[in-house]
């Protein structure tokens, strides 16, 4: 069946490093769409990329969609306590069908 | 507020008592799914609808059971229980699912529902 893997599982920084989550797909994706899930809350939505290549910044977060629609990723400049969460990627595949990934678990030390 | 509402938050059960958890959405959303969150398997899809009275099975529906008699509402029935149905659960709801020309729109989730079922 369809999968959709993401790796690391787990990332502990200091405040202020660099982070970034992958997202790879078994079979080609319609979109992507990234979820951030704060400790004991519910996912919520940060953005769709729809296009091969397309990439997109929300101020120290940069997405970007692979140019065969298979892979993602997500990519947090100067990391601030507030990004602390797991980080899911979503992708539609056959019919509308969501497959999330695993999630990445962000840890920032201060 | 928009929002997607769940109820019960918390559930504890036994093997083989029926159960529902409800859905509720006030943002006039078409599409509508249920997922379940197990540790270091993400979020797996359950059921979908694309709209009322259109329901299809999504990655684990067995189990379950959905419908989806009003456009507000999508209850997620356990017939019989069993432990393995131990989960968070979430709805969410987003204004289209792709169909007819629409590109997908962002999940809006609900609060979530944590069962235990011993």
């Known amino acids: 069946g369809q999968q959709v893997m993401q790796i690391p599982q787990y990332q502990h920084v200091q405040e202020g490093e660099d982070f970034t989550t992958y997202c790879n797909s078994s079979t080609t994706l319609s979109n992507i769409q990234w979820y951030k899930q704060r400790p004991g809350g519910h996912p919520v939505f940060l953005i769709q990329?729809?296009?091969?290549?397309e990439v997109k910044k929300q101020k120290r977060l940069t997405f970007q969609f692979g140019e065969a629609k298979k892979n993602s990723s997500l990519h947090i400049t100067a990391t601030q306590t507030t990004d602390v969460g797991t980080y899911f990627c979503?992708?539609?595949?056959?019919?509308?069908?969501?497959?999330f990934g695993s999630g990445t678990k962000l840890n920032v030390k201060p | 507020e928009a929002q997607v509402t769940q109820n019960p938050r918390y559930l504890i059960t036994v093997t083989g008592k029926k159960l529902t958890v409800t859905c509720s959405q006030n943002m006039n959303h078409e599409y509508m799914s249920w997922y379940r969150q197990d540790p270091g398997l993400g979020l797996r899809q359950i059921y979908y609808?694309?709209?009322?009275?259109?329901?299809d099975k999504g990655d684990v529906p067995e189990g379950y059971k959905v419908s989806r008699k009003e456009k507000r509402n999508f209850p997620l029935i356990l017939e019989s229980p069993s432990p393995n149905q131990t989960s968070l659960y979430f709805c969410?709801?987003?204004?289209?699912?792709?169909?007819?020309?629409?590109?997908?729109?962002?999940?809006?989730f609900g609060p979530g529902t944590r069962l235990t079922v011993l």
């Open positions: 609808s694309m709209n009322v009275e259109v329901t």
């Open positions: 990329l729809v296009k091969s290549g």
């Open positions: 969410a709801s987003s204004l289209h699912g792709r169909f007819g020309g629409y590109s997908l729109d962002e999940q809006f």
């Open positions: 979503a992708g539609l595949g056959n019919f509308n069908k969501f497959y």
